[in-house]
T-cell receptor, first 113, second 112 residues
């Protein structure tokens, strides 16, 4: 059972469409990170959100941390083929004396021209 | 900086063989992580080193897995003996203190 549930698992859309990806948990996290991973590469950090209710924008990407710090969403406006990839959320929990990252299974996004 | 370097990028081996994966973290980073990624289980932390000392190895699946960090610029993850269920992409990541983790390109392991 995943501690962090991401939905949807797969998303295939046309260029110009908007989309939202969700990351949900029953656990509270001290912070939450979003990564994008392209084929044959490691995940690359997009953003870290720390405060409940926090909203961060990165060009066409908008990230929100839930008020209770248990969930998060990623909204992409006017998606482009370059947005194609695996989007991972990761929650930080203090465990064993350090902030451990727990990753969701990811949402695989394909944006078609 | 070249980023986190992992080798080999691809490894195909037969069940029962020993496999050694290598990682060179970014210079100056004092924390190193080994992760495993599969379709079924996603990205899982195997082991975390801080200043070359293993801090959390609770994610290491079983005694067949071992990891070492003899110095600040090199780490290995060894599987002996390997099994087909070990097939996955193994990532190494490093960071400086509590800053961003930088991931390497991964090693795709296939155990036949």
């Amino acid at each position: 059972t995943q501690l962090l549930e991401q939905s949807p698992q797969f998303l295939s859309i046309q260029e110009g469409e908007n989309l939202t990806v969700y990351c949900n948990s029953s656990s509270v996290f001290s912070s939450l990170q979003w990564y994008r991973q392209e084929p044959g590469e490691g995940p690359v950090l997009l953003v870290t959100v720390v405060t409940g209710g926090e909203v961060k924008k990165l060009k066409r990407l908008t990230f929100q941390f839930g008020d209770a710090r248990k969930d998060s969403s990623l909204h992409i406006t006017a998606a482009q083929p370059g947005d194609t990839g695996l989007y991972l959320c990761a929650g930080a929990r203090f465990s064993g004396g350090y902030n451990k990252l727990i990753f969701g299974a990811g949402t695989r996004l394909a944006v078609h021209p | 900086d070249a980023g986190v370097i992992q080798s080999p990028r691809h490894e195909v081996t037969e069940m029962g063989q020993e496999v050694t994966l290598r990682c060179k973290p970014i210079s100056g980073h004092n924390s190193l992580f080994w992760y495993r990624q599969t379709m079924m289980r996603g990205l899982e932390l195997l082991i975390y080193f801080n200043n070359n000392v293993p801090i959390d190895d609770s994610g290491m699946p079983e005694d067949r897995f071992s990891a070492k960090m003899p110095n600040a610029s090199f780490s290995t993850l060894k599987i002996q003996p390997s099994e087909p269920r070990d097939s996955a992409v193994y990532f190494c990541a490093s960071r400086q203190e509590y800053n961003e983790q930088f991931f390497g390109p991964g090693t795709r392991l296939t155990v036949l």
